[in-house]
């Protein structure tokens, strides 16, 4: 099977990117300079991220919003014009089948991003269960990007020829950049303010090398967007959440709509529901919580975590490096009874048994857009 | 890429070697292994007194994304180790051929020759 290619990649090879493969795409994983100084740069000033891989789903139809409702558990009847919400696809058994974002941009008109590795399948997936009075549509000739940093709404703000840049956290508005027709959200996965855009493939590179031109702006790779996502304590699908983990136990128990519980308690018909709602009324087996090794030694993807009785009560699910905090940071899922922050447990290693500690996320607090 | 030293011995695994006096080997990662792992953030390296084995794992470097082992040259012991890599691994990534990681007493010097010359290795590396 032949790799695909975002608008961008004749970009990021002037540029000078190390690429790798993710999810059937050549992607940069970081430039010249470093995922390190990638991943300060942008918590300091702004990070410019090619996320073309990415799938984008346009949906329209007057039932749409019911129909989203019996495949995800959040609300989206009262989802304004504008206004965007984070969701997951659940699964009968009550496992996240992926995360997306789903943007209501006009009167029975969607659009929804969905991970890069799990696009064609959830494109099928609404095909065969969203009802026909509905166009579903993956669309292929359109880049995003992501602007990340304090200064990035500073960037934006100076480069729009149409439309406003002052908008709230997950909101969303057509505007021009620069005269090219593009839509931005102040949503991302890096915990900071800022935007992702998204721009037809035609424009991609041109809107691109506008915004890299501009004070403050430099490129960041996936090495930094995963650094960046873990300090601020969000979810890899695949690797945080997957059809095993269900959304109490991955602490995103807050994405059910308040109305399917008490005192409202509306029938909810979302795959797996009575499993999810019974959960957040009592407790899970087990939560994703952060895990702060001691040490220096990264305490990686796959690494066992055991208590002080020598007892197997966690895996960790996401590890690395924080450049912010100078020390190693991972997420695992941790046995109920084991899970309390201060809890002091031991990662196994290379044979060897760690101290770590659990700890809550956000490992860097979020600084988002508060309006 | 800087050009390579063409006083060491460098093996497939990507560590530099250099032969000093009294059978001593003096061990690094090349300026291509620290280019492809990026930003260091972690040296496992051997105990000093500890036997180490040609082409047996006995380091690990750790970089932001990935962990790479890094294999002994020689048979021999470990007789020091640059422990200021703990707290500053970075140290490779500015200067790989100055950060040495540890130097073996070899049993027999003459398994370098099994390594490559700088030509070869640059050879390699290019492909």
Redesign the interface.
Known sequence: MSLNKTALFELHLELGAKMVVFADYQMPISYPTGIIKEHLHTRTYAGFFDISHMGQVSAKGKQFAVELEKLAPSSFLNLQVSRQRYTLLTNDQGGIIDDLIVSHIGDDNWILVVNAACKQQDYRYFEQRISESCLIELLEDQALFALQGPLAATVIQKLLTKGCSAIPFMATAQVAIAEIPCRISRCGYTGEDGYEISVANQYAEKLARILLAQEYVAPVGLGARDSLRLEAGLCLYGHDIDVTTTPVEADLGWVVARKYLPPDGKQPEFPGAQKIIAELQSEPTRRRVGILPLGRMPVREGVELFNQKDELVGNVTSGGYSPCIGSPIAMAYVANDNCNEGTELTALVRDRHVPVKVVSMPFIPHRYFQS | MSKLPDDLKYAKSHEWTKLEDNQIVRVGITDFAQDEL??L??I?LPKVGQRVSAGKQCA?V????T?SDLYSPVDGEVVEINEAL??EPERV?EDCYDSWLFCIKADNPSQLNQLMNSDEYEAMISD
């Open positions: 990026g930003d953030v972690y496992e690990v750790e970089s932001v994304k962990a703990t707290d990534n």
